[in-house]
């Protein structure tokens, strides 16, 4: 019996203003712990210049830009280089130990599918836009299509899954309502992000133990769109380690965002 290891990343949601120490923990930690296999759960970047929510007046008065205008003398981090600064902290500590190569994997997000919506929207922008400005090629990280699942060891691994308690793959923006939800209809163990929080549930079978997961939150600021004030700002934020893997079972262990912070900056 060969069991594996696994690392989740939820959501990171980085754009300009962002703080990436975390980042640098968590890659920290990361080197120690030493993982086969690490999961980034997807909105890495956040793309607010692409964002559908925002007019293009108010994006403007932001300063929200997709690239960095080099031309300009007033430099502007776009959303580009505000995530490719943040999977550098990220990947600095364990590149650094040439022994430790991860397989890596990266499940692209809502928030990087608005590169393929504008591109619908503005068809004469061609590659003027693409994931290709990321620096997931530059890490050999292995990316994943929006919504298309990941089969690794036994667990399937989304950014949301969409699949209704009668077996059809729906429309639906938000995922699962719950981890509950989301084993039951999907029918495996399966892990996702994009919720803020943690969310977990294990469904025991005749087939087999099988273990549900929705955490989206691994960040420091506050999401304005959230509950007002700080009442909606208190969800769990970390990532989540699986020790001995084996056809989709694990013993789960959840690292706190602060934990990181107090041991491993």
């Given amino acids: ?3 594996s290891e696994h690392c989740f990343i939820p959501d990171t949601q980085n754009r300009r203003g962002t ?43 932001a300063k929200r830009v997709y690239l960095e205008d080099f031309s300009s003398e007033e430099k502007t ?14 990947m600095r ?8 190569k991860p397989e890596t994997h990266f499940l692209t997000g809502n928030h990087e599918h608005r590169i393929e919506r504008f591109k619908t929207e503005h068809p004469y922008l061609g590659g003027a836009i693409s994931m290709a400005h990321t620096n997931l090629a530059k890490y050999g990280i292995i990316s994943h299509p929006f919504l298309k699942p990941v089969i690794l060891d036994g667990i399937h691994y989304a950014h949301y899954f969409c699949r ?21 209809n999907e029918g495996v163990s399966c892990t996702a992000g994009h919720r803020q929080g943690l969310d977990t549930h ?12 929705i955490a ?15 009442q ?22 959840e690292v706190s965002l602060r934990y990181l912070l107090d041991k491993y900056l």
């Fill in 1 to 3: 019996m060969e069991y």
């Fill in 19 to 61: 703080k990436v120490d975390h980042l640098i923990a968590a890659g920290n930690y990361l080197t120690e712990k030493r993982p086969q296999k690490i999961i980034l759960g997807g909105d890495w970047w956040d793309f607010p210049s692409l964002s559908a929510w925002e007019s293009a007046a108010t994006k403007a008065r």
């Fill in 77 to 90: 981090e776009g959303d580009i280089e505000a995530g490719n600064n943040a999977l550098d902290a990220f």
């Fill in 93 to 100: 500590p364990i590149v650094k130990i040439r022994s430790y």
């Fill in 164 to 184: 209704n308690s009668r077996g059809t793959v729906t429309n639906s923006k938000n995922g699962q309502s719950s981890a509950m939800a989301q084993v039951k």
């Fill in 202 to 213: 294990i469904q025991e079978s005749r087939g087999g133990r099988k273990r549900g997961i």
């Fill in 216 to 230: 989206g939150s691994f960040y420091q600021h506050k999401e304005q769109y959230m509950a007002n004030g700080n």
């Fill in 232 to 253: 909606g700002q208190n969800h769990w934020h970390g990532i989540l380690y699986k020790h001995e893997v084996y056809r989709g079972d694990y013993d789960l262990m």
